[in-house]
C-alpha cells in the first residue's frame, strides 16, 4: 500500500500565492527524487520541478524564480512553494515520487492524484 496525497491547491489570483504539499505513505524504504508535473487542457504533462533526497533541485524554466521546491525527509513530505503565480500557471499538477518499498527492489516511480492549480487574471 502505498499513496501519495497533495493538497493545497486552489484558486488564486495572478500575483498570489499557494503552498503544495505532498505526503508519502505506505511502504518506505527510501524516497529518491520528488517532483512536481503539472498538466494543462490540451497539453503534455510538464516537469515543474525536482528535488533529489539530498536536497539538489531542477526547475523549468518557466518558473525559476517564481516557485521553489523542498522537502522533508522525516516527513516524507515535498512542498512546492508558488510565487507571483500567473494565468499560464492554470493545470492539474501532479506530485511525483522515485520510491523504493522494499531494500530489495529497483524503486519505481509512484504519483499523486492531482491538485487543481487555477490562477485567475
Known amino acids: 500500500q502505498v499513496q501519495l496525497v497533495e493538497s493545497g491547491g486552489g484558486l488564486v489570483q495572478a500575483g498570489g500565492s499557494l503552498r503544495l504539499s505532498c505526503e508519502a505513505s505506505g511502504s518506505i524504504f527510501s524516497i529518491n527524487r520528488m517532483g512536481w508535473y503539472r498538466q494543462a487542457p490540451g497539453k503534455q504533462r510538464e516537469l515543474v520541478a525536482a528535488i533529489s533526497r539530498g536536497g539538489s533541485t531542477n526547475y523549468a524554466d518557466s518558473v525559476k524564480g517564481r516557485f521553489t521546491i523542498s522537502r522533508d525527509n522525516a516527513k516524507n513530505t515535498v512542498y512546492l512553494q508558488m510565487n507571483s503565480l500567473k494565468p499560464e500557471d492554470t493545470a492539474v499538477y501532479y506530485c511525483?515520487?522515485?520510491?523504493?518499498?522494499?531494500?530489495?527492489?529497483?524503486?519505481?516511480?509512484?504519483w499523486g492524484q492531482g491538485t487543481q492549480v487555477t490562477v485567475s487574471l
Open positions: 511525483n515520487a522515485n520510491w523504493a518499498t522494499t531494500p530489495w527492489r529497483s524503486p519505481n516511480d509512484y
